[in-house]
């Protein structure tokens, strides 16, 4: 089993930038693909990026491709979500979650554990 914690969130201007982190107990962070979802008020959770055990291969949502950026250190238990150019669309709850299967999965039913969120607000 393993926990994982968000950290980072908070609120900027449009076409600012934030970094989330998600932080993981245990040691065998590296055996899970992870991925990052969001949720804005009143919508469903949707998948925003998603890396594999190595890092090696990400996929992302379109909305977001280009903007944002999905990295994990094995060595420190922490996956993270770059965001670039952000618009108030971009607006949510953000949430980062760990899948036991390699798959680098884009949905919600991929992923086994999950953290509280973060809330991230977007100004216009």
């Known amino acids: 089993q393993v926990q994982l914690v968000e950290s980072g969130g908070g609120l900027v201007q449009a076409g600012g930038s934030l970094r989330l982190s998600c932080a993981a107990s245990?040691?065998?962070?590296?055996?899970?693909?992870m991925g990052w979802f969001r949720q804005a008020q009143g919508k469903e959770r949707e998948f925003v990026a998603a890396?594999?055990?190595?890092?090696?291969?990400?996929n992302y949502a379109d909305s977001v491709k280009g903007r944002f950026t999905i990295s994990r250190s094995n060595a420190k238990n922490t996956v993270y979500l770059q965001m670039n150019s952000l618009k108030p669309e971009d607006t949510a709850v953000y949430y980062c979650?760990?899948?036991?299967?390699?798959?680098?999965?884009?949905?919600?039913?991929?992923?086994?554990?999950w953290g509280q969120g973060t809330q991230v607000t977007v100004s216009s």
């Open positions: 979650a760990a899948a036991v299967t390699p798959l680098v999965g884009s949905t919600t039913a991929n992923y086994n554990y």
């Open positions: 890396i594999s055990r190595s890092g090696i291969n990400t």
């Open positions: 245990g040691r065998t962070f590296s055996s899970y693909s």
